[in-house]
Each structure stands twice: as structure tokens, then as C-alpha cells.
């Protein structure tokens, strides 16, 4: 089993990696209809402020030749880029994003609410609940190019995530700037980054983002099979920033007077928990990874022109 400290960083960057994925547009084709809603569905609505939205029998699937990212201090500019980028169902078609299910305790209504309840006295926010993302999308880069180097491909399985929270507001001093936290519970059937031709890989089976595994009665880090992380409830979500207890993440936009360039900042505090349930590199497999009690105060990060 890896040691938690040593590769607390490598965690961070594959967050990271996954969120620079996994966050690009969503869709170029979709098809969605409206329908009349069932006794079940009206059994859940009730009468209150803010807005609920369900969504049924949808689909989507986008495509992109290549998404790229450059710097901005070189002539030409060095670039980062995804070729062949994929979002689909794992097999060429649409992925869902419905928010019904047979299991009406897993799947409700995506709401968007405006109060004063979950933050710093004084703040409002909005708070979004996405309920989305309960069905698998599969992310799929063909060829992943680093300053006109070709590095190999990368794909990203089976992803699903319980119902996530975000909530955003203005900072609580009343300066300018952008406060907000995101909780979800995330599972990724494998990330995969093939090197060479061969097909050898990097590969991470069976990811876990939760808040807290260790709270499972019999849990054995080195041991996946006594990881019971189905239940929300009990494991709790991976959480970016914390409104709630006045460590949010932040965004800012400020001109650093030194060099006279404008910058946008960011700060994105984590606490949670990351299990693998199994790595590979190459021929050689290094059994599961379990990174418990995550907890970064700041990761500051600055982005200039």
C-alpha cells in the first residue's frame, strides 16, 4: 500500500488532471423532451421558495477535435493539448444525465436556492444541488500533446457522482472576489494514461472520493474488499472549501503592482479522503492506495497573462 504523505502532491495534481478533464464543455448534441409528471414525481414537490428542475429521458455526447492551453511569455507559445476528446456512455453513444431513477432515495430534483443559511452571518448565497451525474459518463482524450510532444492517450471511465452541493457567494469582508465550497461524493471506474504504443499504462482502478472511509466499522486501508463507501450518509463528500465553517475557496482578480500584471487567484482548501482500489504501471501492480485525512489548509494558485 503507498504511503499517504508520500504522495499526498501526486493526489492533488490528479484532482487536478481529472478536473481539467472532466470540465470541459459538456455538450455539442443533446436531445431532451418535456413530460407530464407521474404521482410519484408530484408526491416529491412542495410548495417553497427556489427552483427545482427534473430532468428525464436526456441524453448527450460531445466531441472535440482538440482542446488546447498556452502559455503567454513565449513567441510562439508552448501548448497543452487534447486531441480526439470524447464524452460519451463508453460506447459511442449519449450519455444520460436524468435525474429520475428507480431508486427514488438516490435520485431528486436539481435545486438552486438563494439564503443566508449555510455561510458567514451576513452572506448570501446561492446554493445548487446537481443530481446529474448519477449515471456514468466516460471522458476519452486520443492523443494528449505537450509542447508538440505526444505523451499518449488518456481515458477516464465509468465516472459518477452522488448529489453534489455548491454554494457561492461574495467574500464576507464585503471586498471584491468570489467565496464558494463543493461537496460531492465521486467514483471512477479507472484513469487510465497510456504511454506508448505498446499499450503500456498508468492506471488507477476503482477511485473513491469520499470524506472520510476510516469511519467504516472493519475498514482495512490495505484491504478494498473492506471498503463500504456506497452509503453518503455515513462516509460524507469530498469537500473544496468550507463556507460554512470560514475556510471557502476563493477566486479573486487583482493587478500585482510589482510587475504591473493582472492576475486571477485562486485558493482551493480540500478535506477528504481518496482510495484506489488498485494501481498498475506497466506490468507491475501495486495493490490499493488509500490517502486518509486529507486536510489542505490553502493551495494557492496564480494565473497571469
Same mark, same amino acid.
Given at each position: 500500500?503507498?504511503?499517504?504523505?508520500?504522495?499526498?502532491?501526486?493526489?492533488?495534481?490528479?484532482?487536478?488532471?481529472?478536473?481539467? @478533464?472532466?470540465?470541459?464543455?459538456?455538450?455539442?448534441?443533446?436531445?431532451?423532451?418535456?413530460?407530464?409528471?407521474?404521482?410519484? %414525481?408530484?408526491?416529491?414537490?412542495? &410548495?417553497?421558495? +427556489?427552483?427545482?428542475?427534473?430532468?428525464?429521458?436526456?441524453?448527450?455526447?460531445?466531441?472535440?477535435? @482538440?482542446?488546447?492551453?498556452?502559455?503567454?511569455?513565449?513567441?510562439?507559445?508552448?501548448?497543452?493539448?487534447?486531441?480526439?476528446?470524447?464524452?460519451?456512455?463508453?460506447?459511442? %453513444?449519449?450519455?444520460?444525465?436524468?435525474?429520475?431513477?428507480?431508486?427514488?432515495?438516490?435520485?431528486?430534483?436539481?435545486?438552486?436556492?438563494?439564503?443566508?443559511?449555510?455561510?458567514?452571518? +451576513?452572506?448570501?448565497?446561492? @446554493?445548487?444541488?446537481?443530481?446529474?451525474?448519477?449515471?456514468?459518463?466516460?471522458?476519452?482524450? +486520443?492523443?494528449?500533446?505537450?509542447?508538440?510532444?505526444?505523451?499518449?492517450?488518456?481515458?477516464?471511465?465509468?465516472?459518477?457522482?452522488?448529489?453534489?452541493?455548491?454554494?457561492?457567494?461574495?467574500?464576507?469582508?464585503?471586498? #471584491?472576489?468570489?467565496?464558494?465550497?463543493?461537496?460531492?461524493?465521486? #467514483?471512477?471506474?479507472?484513469?487510465?494514461?497510456?504511454?506508448?504504443?505498446? %499499450?503500456?499504462?498508468?492506471?488507477?482502478?476503482?477511485?473513491?472520493?469520499?470524506?472520510? &472511509?476510516?469511519?467504516?466499522? %472493519?475498514?482495512?486501508?490495505?484491504?478494498?474488499?473492506?471498503?463500504?463507501?456506497?452509503?453518503?450518509? @455515513?462516509?460524507?463528500?469530498?469537500?473544496?472549501?468550507?463556507?460554512?465553517?470560514?475556510?471557502?475557496?476563493?477566486?479573486?482578480?487583482?493587478?500585482?503592482?510589482? *510587475?504591473?500584471?493582472?492576475?486571477?487567484?485562486?485558493?482551493?482548501?480540500?478535506?477528504?479522503?481518496?482510495? *484506489?482500489?488498485? *494501481?498498475?504501471?506497466?506490468?507491475?501492480?501495486? +495493490?490499493?492506495?488509500?490517502?486518509?485525512?486529507?486536510?489542505?489548509?490553502?493551495?494557492?494558485?496564480?494565473?497571469?497573462?
Amino acid at each position: 500500500m503507498f504511503s499517504c504523505k508520500a504522495i499526498l502532491k501526486t493526489s492533488i495534481s490528479f484532482i487536478i488532471c481529472v478536473v481539467l @478533464v472532466a470540465a470541459q464543455p459538456l455538450a455539442s448534441r443533446s436531445y431532451a423532451q418535456m413530460i407530464a409528471i407521474d404521482d410519484e %414525481g408530484l408526491s416529491r414537490i412542495s &410548495a417553497q421558495s +427556489g427552483i427545482s428542475i427534473n430532468i428525464g429521458d436526456s441524453g448527450a455526447r460531445y466531441t472535440a477535435d @482538440v482542446i488546447k492551453y498556452s502559455d503567454t511569455d513565449h513567441t510562439p507559445p508552448n501548448w497543452i493539448e487534447f486531441r480526439n476528446y470524447v464524452i460519451d456512455d463508453g460506447s459511442g %453513444g449519449y450519455f444520460s444525465f436524468d435525474t429520475e431513477g428507480s431508486n427514488p432515495a438516490c435520485y431528486n430534483f436539481i435545486t438552486i436556492d438563494v439564503g443566508t443559511g449555510v455561510a458567514t452571518a +451576513g452572506q448570501t448565497t446561492i @446554493v445548487v444541488t446537481d443530481t446529474s451525474h448519477y449515471n456514468p459518463r466516460y471522458y476519452s482524450v +486520443g492523443t494528449v500533446v505537450f509542447c508538440n510532444q505526444a505523451l499518449g492517450s488518456l481515458d477516464i471511465d465509468n465516472v459518477t457522482r452522488q448529489d453534489s452541493n455548491f454554494t457561492i457567494a461574495s467574500h464576507a469582508d464585503g471586498t #471584491y472576489g468570489i467565496d464558494f465550497d463543493y461537496k460531492t461524493k465521486m #467514483y471512477i471506474g479507472e484513469f487510465k494514461f497510456t504511454y506508448n504504443t505498446a %499499450g503500456s499504462a498508468l492506471s488507477f482502478s476503482d477511485i473513491h472520493l469520499v470524506e472520510d &472511509a476510516t469511519v467504516i466499522t %472493519g475498514d482495512t486501508p490495505e484491504d478494498p474488499t473492506t471498503w463500504d463507501l456506497s452509503d453518503i450518509r @455515513v462516509v460524507g463528500k469530498f469537500k473544496v472549501g468550507d463556507l460554512e465553517n470560514g475556510n471557502p475557496a476563493t477566486i479573486d482578480v487583482a493587478t500585482v503592482s510589482s *510587475v504591473n500584471k493582472t492576475s486571477v487567484f485562486y485558493n482551493f482548501p480540500m478535506e477528504g479522503c481518496i482510495r *484506489v482500489e488498485d *494501481v498498475t504501471f506497466g506490468a507491475r501492480d501495486f +495493490g490499493p492506495c488509500a490517502i486518509d485525512g486529507i486536510d489542505v489548509h490553502h493551495l494557492n494558485i496564480q494565473m497571469e497573462p
